[in-house]
């Protein structure tokens, strides 16, 4: 018999995200003095920033860099992401390769490299971000889902993905990994591994400091124009310039509907006994996705938690963003009540952290890096929730194109991708809107035994791009 589940809000909620609950925020760098003159200027200290500045200095260390920061670094999704550093597709690139398009095949394999790159790094420059490359697991919860799960691996051959890459795992096989309730198939790959964000970004963030990159924190970038970043303190002048802001990019003037920033939240339990541990099954740090459309994302904390993340409430009117990242109550409980419909040996454990952040969504869902070498400005983002592999590629993509070096990656087919803007308001809130709330009544009637995915939600596909 299983405990009765907990009620009421999380202990803590907001305060940026629980991977900074263990220490204080950090103190904040000190901001820009004043005018300035370097090499490179990027707008943004999370991953996209912060890599890119690594690789820049590793390739050309007498390179002048300074990166700009409003809050500190990793204030935005670089700290409150789920921690899946995963070599899956990122957004629209998953449709070239059901056309049978070889770029599809590369930018696959790249991502693949990525996940073992960040690895390398993080052990060469010793930082301790709690790294674990046990895989990840996808897994289908009705026969809906595990229809789904099937029919998408004709598609999964034709993005690259050998015998070795995944591995298709029945009842009897998950259950010896973990234990979830009403799931019978999952598919494994071991091209991902559990991060903890915060201490990835920080770590990081110190590394290209000791390079000789400036950050400074504190200093809003008000404009971006070529050949500067006009901050509140001075102004910022270099020959290339990168923005590297992700959801935040829409707080850049003439940048609204380029990327909208779309929401997603997290719980995180107490750490759980040994006799719930046991129960669940979960000895690994495999992460761990359904195929919902809606879908849930999770991860075992190397304290013994749980952390599980959906959308919430996925926009807010006129691209507005919550910095302090607190969640409201009702997604708190429906993350919570499917963390117990998952794992019902979870049911008496609380919940201690609630927080929100916000990704940058494209209109056809599809990453993107470039450098326009007539201005000198450059840009990655966009990444629809795979931007802990993807900054690291963007990072060294941009390395390439600032050197002007011809390589595979500066060939990669999300290179100087233009994508079309969002639609004006109210259009855009009311489009995202519809969308989630039919991804949700899709996944109802999916969870009810429709026999086949919901034709609400391939509409609604079609209509998003996805």
Not at 340 to 346: D, E, K, N, S
Request: aromatic share 8%; charged share 25%.
């Amino acid at each position: 018999m299983h405990p009765t589940p907990t009620s009421g809000p999380a202990a803590t909620n907001g305060r940026v995200s629980f991977w900074y609950a263990g220490a204080p925020l950090p103190e904040r760098r000190p901001p820009l003095p004043g005018d300035l003159q370097v090499d490179v200027a990027i707008v943004g200290a999370g991953y996209t920033g912060l890599w890119t500045a690594y690789y820049l200095k590793q390739a050309q260390p007498d390179l002048r860099i300074a990166v700009l920061e409003k809050e500190f670094a990793g204030f935005g999704a670089s700290g409150r992401n789920g921690g899946w550093l995963t070599a899956a597709l990122p957004g629209q690139f998953r449709r070239f390769a059901a056309r049978g398009e070889a770029v599809a095949v590369a930018m696959q394999r790249a991502m693949i490299d990525t996940v073992d790159e960040v690895a390398r790094v993080a052990a060469a420059e010793r930082i301790d971000c709690d790294l674990r490359k046990d895989g990840e697991l996808s897994v289908a919860t009705n026969p809906v889902q595990q229809r789904r799960l099937l029919d998408r691996l004709p598609a999964l051959r034709r993005e690259g993905w050998g015998e070795e890459d995944m591995v298709l795992l029945d009842q009897h096989d998950l259950a010896d990994r973990v234990r979830i309730a009403g799931a019978d198939t999952a598919l494994w790959t071991p091209h991902c591994a559990r991060i903890q964000p915060a201490k990835l970004v920080r770590g990081l963030a110190a590394t290209v400091e000791r390079m000789g990159v400036r950050i400074y924190e504190g200093t809003e970038v008000t404009h971006i124009r070529p050949g500067a970043a006009v901050c509140r303190q001075g102004t910022v002048r270099a020959d290339q310039v990168v923005r590297g802001l992700e959801g935040f990019t829409a707080r850049m003037p003439g940048h609204r509907r380029t990327w909208v920033p779309m929401n997603s939240s997290l719980v995180v339990t107490a750490p759980l006994p040994p006799d719930t541990w046991r129960e669940i099954g979960w000895q690994g740090a495999e992460l761990i996705g359904d195929e919902a459309h809606a879908y849930c994302y999770l991860q075992r904390t190397a304290d013994g938690r749980i952390a599980i993340g959906g959308r919430g409430v996925p926009y807010r009117y006129g691209s507005r963003i919550d910095t302090r990242g607190e969640t409201p109550a009702v997604t708190q409980v429906q993350l919570r009540d499917l963390l117990h419909r998952l794992f019902p040996a979870t049911a008496g454990t609380p919940i201690d952290h609630a927080w929100s952040g916000v990704l940058g969504v494209p209109r056809d869902w599809c990453a993107t890096v470039g450098l326009d070498r007539s201005t000198g400005l450059g840009w990655a983002g966009g990444y629809v929730g795979h931007g802990v592999t993807s900054a690291n590629l963007a990072g060294r993509t941009l390395r390439d194109l600032i050197l002007r070096q011809d390589t595979d990656l500066a060939q990669l087919p999300w290179v100087g991708r233009r994508v079309r803007r969002w639609e004006p308001e109210p259009l855009r809130w009311l489009g995202i809107r519809a969308l989630y709330t039919a991804y949700r009544a899709a996944d109802r009637r999916e969870s009810a035994g429709l026999g086949r995915t919901s034709a609400v939600a391939r509409a609604a596909d079609l209509v998003s791009g996805r």
